[in-house]
Nanobody, 124 residues
Framework: QVQLVESGGGLVQAGGSLRLSCAASGRTFRSFAMGWFRQVPGKEREFVGAITWSIGNTYYTDSVKGRFTISRDNAKNTVYLQMNNLKPEDTAVYYC?????????????????WGQGTQVTVSS
């Protein structure tokens, strides 16, 4: 069983930055991947990016490339989503997710555990 606890959301002006954290507890495996997703009411959950835990390969959706960065701290069992140059269209509930045996797939169904979500609101 893996539990994911998110933090770092909030309100920020356009052009500003936020860093989201997702701390994992419970049993994990070296081969797992951590993904970030976001969702707006009435829309499908959208893949933001992912990182493989062992090697650190990262993947991003086109809309955040160059602005968002995913990193990990193995000692803290924590993954981060650094969001720079935020835009109003980035406003959403952000979720971290763990794919215990995967490698950063973009499909939500591939992930086994989910965080509780954290609200990110970007004002113009």
């Amino acid at each position: 069983q893996v539990q994911l606890v998110e933090s770092g959301g909030g309100l920020v002006q356009a052009g500003g930055s936020l860093r989201l954290s997702c701390a994992a507890s419970g049993r994990t495996f070296r081969s797992f991947a951590m993904g970030w997703f976001r969702q707006v009411p009435g829309k499908e959950r959208e893949f933001v990016g992912a990182i493989t835990w062992s090697i650190g390969n990262t993947y991003y959706t086109d809309s955040v490339k160059g602005r968002f960065t995913i990193s990990r701290d193995n000692a803290k069992n924590t993954v981060y989503l650094q969001m720079n140059n935020l835009k109003p269209e980035d406003t959403a509930v952000y979720y971290c997710a763990a794919d215990l045996y995967g490698s950063g797939a973009p499909r939500p169904d591939d992930y086994d555990y989910w965080g509780q979500g954290t609200q990110v609101t970007v004002s113009s």
